[in-house]
């Protein structure tokens, strides 16, 4: 979709007006939920959510500013504080390499790899809220 977003007047007008739910349902099975069929209700909420003026043309902006990382990439070094790299080993829009990647750049970030597609804080919320719940934990105590 992201390129298809980049293509001058169509892009705007088939992300804002044609970007419909079966699409939508489609990009999610593909993209967000690795080898985990998506919890189709949660995906029509996602769905309902962003099918409103604002949110889509919210969503527009962020895929084309995607597009050119380097405005991010170079704000990176400037944070300072704990972080947590949480990441899918099986992201389908971002491979794992990026992941470590961002890790290294950001000092002392940890990083940790879950056996998830592109979304574990909603494939594998256990697993996740225990390695969120320690990380902060952490941080807060070295902050203390």
Excluded at 36 to 59: G, Q
Excluded at 106 to 130: I, K, N, T, Y
Aim: hydrophobic share 45%; aromatic share 10%.
């Amino acid at each position: 979709m992201s390129r298809v977003a980049s293509v001058p007047v169509l892009g705007p007008v088939a992300f804002k007006q044609m970007y419909g739910r079966a699409m939508f349902r489609r990009f999610f099975r593909e993209h967000v939920y690795g080898n985990a069929e998506p919890p189709w209700s949660r995906v029509d909420t996602h769905f309902d959510l962003f099918n409103v003026p604002a949110a889509r043309e919210a969503a527009f902006a962020t895929t084309l500013a995607l597009m050119d990382t380097r405005a991010i990439v170079a704000q990176v070094p400037r944070v300072t504080v704990p972080t947590l790299v949480a990441w899918g080993r099986g992201d389908a829009c971002a491979p794992i390499s990026d992941g470590r990647r961002l890790a290294r750049e950001l000092r002392g970030a940890r990083f940790e790899v879950f056996e998830s597609g592109h979304a574990p804080q909603e494939e594998c919320p256990d697993a996740f809220a225990r390695v969120a719940h320690r990380f902060l934990a952490e941080a807060a105590g070295k902050a203390a």
